[in-house]
Every structure is written in structure tokens, then in C-alpha cells.
């Protein structure tokens, strides 16, 4: 299988007009990229909810201007228009289907010959008049639905509006800062204590590429099952997930594969060259986390569900932010461990603090500053509706680095992927009454690179001429540690 690369800056998916129209998978280059996202027929189109959106069009427009989410001139305004043709196209067929029903049953008890060939041909003409309005109708949910795509979700009222600056500080934790310092840095750390070897990784596949090398490997391995313990201290289920997905899969749960509006289409995700449908390298494990869910209803008291994954994120993007390229910063793979969570409606703003909650409790167990932000509406990308940052203080970076971030993405990843769930109040199958979206977060436990960086760069020790010779870990870590090392005390 040949692996094919194309590269883009990640972002959460903006703009996406088609769910349902066939695209062929093609070898990709600029130049014969297909113009419209691949699709698969494994599950249904996206259900959203049209009336909502007819009904608050305002509210949507300066929703979609806060976060940065262009709209097609007069978008609104066509999924309102749309949505009442649509809704008047179902009420005529209904009734032409009512009549072509009285009409056989009319015709299955005339005698008389000559009445019976007239009203054959009346079912006729119906027959015809009823296919017509029906391809009149899927061509409007088609237009319908590729509108409506283009929306991001709705906005907690609380969230920050503006850019990345505008976010609010809700909480510091950890030891007090240590100042600046450039020989802190944790690439000159991990050279100088045998711990990274960029240059071979270089040569082996390429930049923001890298090997992990005695005790960072050790660190990666003993980080993750940390983690690990405390989703499961908290009632998390344990899962391996593919890091395999499709591309339909990705773009469900708010992440573009490949933006298709650009002169020159390229991905944020690395593409699997020939496959059809589409197949990608995930860029985290919420997107098969999430998929493990697709095209379910859940029992009653069955909710919440709450699932911890471990799998490798690959980012095509890495190598796009200057200085921020550096070291293990922004690379192309790494290891991640997710939290995930599918709940009741009217339960998760509950289930975002106890996510916050199992991450101060993680990130105070590594003993390194860090803090808590309120993300603004211009960092929520498409399927959040509130998220939280976490960023540890990195002095030999001289800034704060992100390291984890929870988001609420209430109905908009249940409503692409059909999870649905039966409440206490759940309509009879009698009644036809619509069974509700479940709501679904997420949340990092360990993206590995981040903690190792602020771990080697508040840890390292140094020797009387200022090198680098030791390090200081917690001893939280202590337990899941294979091995032993002469540069590692334990504190």
C-alpha cells in the first residue's frame, strides 16, 4: 500500500456542501483533486435540524461571524427558504400517496371495464406526478443539507468572543513559574541526556519527525499508563482504537480531511492513496472513539457511556507555525490518550467539568505550572459549542504551551453520526415522536510530546558548568516506569 501525503494547515472543518453527492477516489495532486468530499454509504445522511435554524437565523449568522465561519452570501436565508419548499413538497406528496392508496383500493373493486381503464390511467398520471415530486424533493434536502453543513455549532453564552487572546483564565495550578531561560529548552536537554534523535528520524521519513531514546521512551510509555489509571480511577472503559479512519468519518465529527474550496486542494490528514471510500490517518482518537457509536440508540439508563482511547494522532500540518516547528512541539505523529464521553442531553455541561476535573487531576500529578482557558469563538473550530485549553509553562520556550483541551460538542457529532438514545420519556413506537441526539465531548488525558516537554524543561538539573545532567520526574510516575536510569531522581 503506497501512503500519500498532502498538506494543509489543521483546521476544524468550515465549510463542507456535500455529504451525499459520489465523488471517485483519485491518487491526490492539486490538480485532479475531486471538488466535493468522498462519502460512504455505511451510514445515513446527517439529520440537523432545520426548523431551529429557520427559526434563529440571526442568532446563526452572528454565531458563524464570531467564529470565523464564512458563509455563503445569503446562506441563511436559503436554508430558510429551502427548508419551507421542502416541508411544502413533503405535505403535496403525502397527499398525492393518499390518493394513489384511495385510488388502488378504488380500482381493486370496479367492475365495470370501461370505469376501470380511466381510473388506471388517473393512477398513472399520479404515478408520474409523484415520481416528479419526489426527485423535486431529494434535490432540495440535497441543497438543503449542503447549506445547512456550512454552520458551525451553537456557542455557550459564557465563551469569550474574539481570537486566541480574548481567552479567559480560569485557573493556575501547579509549582510557581520558573523565569525564562533558552537553555532550558528541551531540544538542548534531550541532546545533551541522549534522549531524541531528530536527524536520523530525518533520514528515515523526513522533518517534525523523531525517535524517542532511553529514558523518553521510558517517559512516553509510563505517561500514557498514568493516564490511563486515572480515566479508569474515574469509570472510563479502556480501548485500543484503529488509526485508520474514513475520510466521511472524520468530516461527521468536525475535522476536514481535505479542503476542498482551495485553488489547491490538501489535507490536513494524510490520505491512503487509492482507497475508496477514502481512508485517512486519524489526527486524534476521538474520531474513532466517536465512530464506535455511529448509527446507535442507546437503551434507557444506559447513558452516559464514557470510553478512554489510546492511539497515534498523525497531523500533516506540523511544520506550518515557525518556531513553534521546534522539537517535538508540532510533529507529524504521537501518542495520545482521549477521553470520551456520549450523555444525555440535558447532562453535559455536567460531564465537561468532570472531564476538566480528571485533567487538573492528571496535570497536578506531573507537578509542572499549567493553567486553565475559556477558548474563545475563534479557537472553538466547528464541533464545539464550549471548550476548555490547558497550557503548562515551558521556560526554555519562554511561553505557555498547550497541552490538553475538553469540548463540549452537545448535539453536532451525534446528529452526522445518528447516536441517539431512549430516555426515561422516550416516545412509544405508537406516538412517531423523534428519539433524541445524544451530546458528546471530548477531552486530551496525555498528548505525549507536550508532556515531555514541560516535563524536561521544568525538570532538567544542572551541572557546575551549566549543562544539562539530571532530571527531576514525579514520582506519580514512579510505578509505571520499565527499567532503570542514572539521570532520572524521583521527587
Not at 153 to 178: F, K, M, Q, W
Request: hydrophobic content about 40%; overall charge neutral; aromatic content about 8%.
Amino acid at each position: 500500500m503506497t501512503w500519500l501525503v498532502a498538506r494543509v494547515c489543521q483546521r476544524r472543518v468550515q465549510s463542507s456542501s456535500v455529504f451525499n453527492s459520489a465523488a471517485t477516489t483519485k491518487r491526490f495532486t492539486s490538480k485532479n483533486a475531486t471538488n466535493s468530499p468522498p462519502i460512504t454509504a455505511v451510514l445515513p445522511k446527517p439529520r440537523l435540524d432545520y426548523r431551529a435554524i429557520s427559526n434563529s437565523i440571526v442568532y446563526k449568522s452572528h454565531n458563524a461571524f464570531n467564529r470565523k465561519f464564512p458563509l455563503p452570501v445569503g446562506a441563511l436565508q436559503s436554508i430558510a427558504r429551502s427548508y419551507a419548499e421542502q416541508k411544502e413538497l413533503s405535505g403535496q406528496l403525502d397527499f398525492k400517496r393518499h390518493t394513489q392508496s384511495v385510488l388502488g383500493d378504488r380500482i381493486r373493486t370496479i367492475k365495470d371495464p370501461t370505469e376501470k381503464q380511466a381510473v388506471l390511467g388517473e393512477a398513472k398520471a399520479l404515478k408520474i406526478e409523484i415520481m416528479l415530486l419526489e426527485e423535486k424533493l431529494v434535490a432540495v434536502e440535497e441543497k438543503l443539507l449542503g447549506l445547512a453543513l456550512h454552520l458551525p455549532n451553537d456557542t455557550h453564552p459564557e465563551v469569550p468572543i474574539g481570537p486566541e487572546d480574548a481567552a479567559v483564565t480560569l485557573s493556575t495550578h501547579g509549582p510557581p513559574v520558573t523565569p525564562s531561560n533558552p537553555e532550558r529548552d528541551h531540544v538542548a536537554i534531550g541532546h545533551a541526556l541522549g534522549l531524541f534523535d531528530f536527524g536520523a528520524a530525518a533520514v528515515v521519513t523526513g522533518s517534525s519527525w523523531y525517535y524517542l531514546l532511553n529514558e523518553a521512551a521510558f517517559l512516553e510509555n509510563a505517561l500514557t499508563n498514568y493516564a490511563i489509571s486515572i480515566a479508569l480511577k474515574h469509570g472510563f472503559q479502556f480501548i485500543m482504537t484503529p488509526d485508520v479512519v474514513r475520510g466521511d468519518l472524520a468530516l461527521r465529527c468536525g475535522f476536514q480531511p481535505r479542503d476542498y474550496n482551495s485553488d489547491h486542494p490538501a489535507s490536513q490528514m494524510y490520505q491512503i492513496a487509492d482507497s475508496s471510500p477514502e481512508l485517512v490517518l486519524s489526527g486524534t482518537a476521538e474520531i474513532p472513539l466517536a465512530g464506535m457509536f455511529a448509527n446507535k440508540i442507546f437503551a434507557e439508563n444506559t447513558l452516559p457511556v464514557k470510553v478512554v482511547g489510546l492511539g497515534r494522532s498523525f497531523r500533516a500540518e506540523a511544520g506550518s507555525r515557525g518556531a513553534d516547528t521546534r522539537g517535538l512541539y508540532r510533529v507529524h505523529q504521537f501518542s495520545k490518550v482521549e477521553l470520551f464521553v456520549v450523555c444525555e442531553e440535558d447532562s453535559s455541561a455536567q460531564y465537561l467539568e468532570e472531564i476538566r476535573k480528571i485533567q487538573i487531576e492528571i496535570f497536578e500529578g506531573l507537578n509542572f505550572p499549567f493553567r486553565i482557558l475559556d477558548m474563545p469563538t475563534e479557537e472553538l473550530g466547528a464541533s464545539a459549542y464550549r471548550k476548555y485549553d490547558m497550557e503548562a509553562w515551558m521556560p526554555g520556550r519562554g511561553a505557555w504551551g498547550e497541552i490538553s483541551s475538553a469540548s463540549n460538542c452537545t448535539d453536532y457529532q451525534a446528529r452526522r453520526l445518528h447516536i441517539r438514545y431512549r430516555g426515561r420519556f422516550a416516545p412509544s413506537s405508537q406516538t412517531q415522536a423523534p428519539i433524541p441526539f445524544a451530546h458528546t465531548l471530548n477531552g486530551t488525558a496525555a498528548a505525549i510530546p507536550r508532556l515531555i516537554i514541560a516535563l524536561l524543561e521544568n525538570g532538567a538539573r544542572f551541572d557546575e558548568q551549566g549543562k544539562p545532567s539530571d532530571l527531576d520526574l514525579p514520582v506519580i510516575l514512579k510505578p509505571f516506569w520499565l527499567g532503570t536510569s542514572d539521570i532520572v531522581r524521583w521527587v
